[in-house]
Nanobody, 125 residues
Framework: QVQLVESGGGLVQAGGSLRLSCVAS????????MAWFRRAPGKERECVAA????????YYLDSVKGRFTISRDSAKNTVYLQMNSLKPEDTAVYYC??????????????????WGQGTQVTVSS
């Protein structure tokens, strides 16, 4: 099973940018669907962005389309979430997640077996 460690969260003013990183160990991120989820206080966990293992298909939550970009660096075994034009409503703990190698694309948290510990993103107004 792959182990995931997120970093890059922090406090930023509205309109600012952050890049979250998810470094994998124990197995490759290649040929795996990968995703970023977030959970804000009092809200359900939601899929912010996901990428197919062939990198030919991606998903973005409507509220982050055009602002967030998910990408994968196979050489570094790392997945990124570039977040631009951040808004206070983006404040949440962000989690990286991985499905099994060769698994189908999904935005359902129940179908992701490997999770990072989360990184806090706080956007001030």
């Amino acid at each position: 099973q792959v182990q995931l460690v997120e970093s890059g969260g922090g406090l930023v003013q509205a309109g600012g940018s952050l890049r979250l990183s998810c470094v994998a160990s124990g197995s490759t991120v290649n040929r795996r669907p990968m995703a970023w989820f977030r959970r804000a206080p009092g809200k359900e966990r939601e899929c912010v962005a996901a990428i197919h293992w062939l990198d030919v298909r991606s998903y973005y939550l409507d509220s982050v389309k055009g602002r967030f970009t998910i990408s994968r660096d196979s050489a570094k075994n790392t997945v990124y979430l570039q977040m631009n034009s951040l808004k206070p409503e983006d404040t949440a703990v962000y989690y990286c997640a991985a499905r099994s190698t060769g698994a189908t694309f999904s935005v359902s948290s129940a179908e992701y077996a490997s999770w990072g510990q989360g990184t806090q993103v706080t956007v001030s107004s």
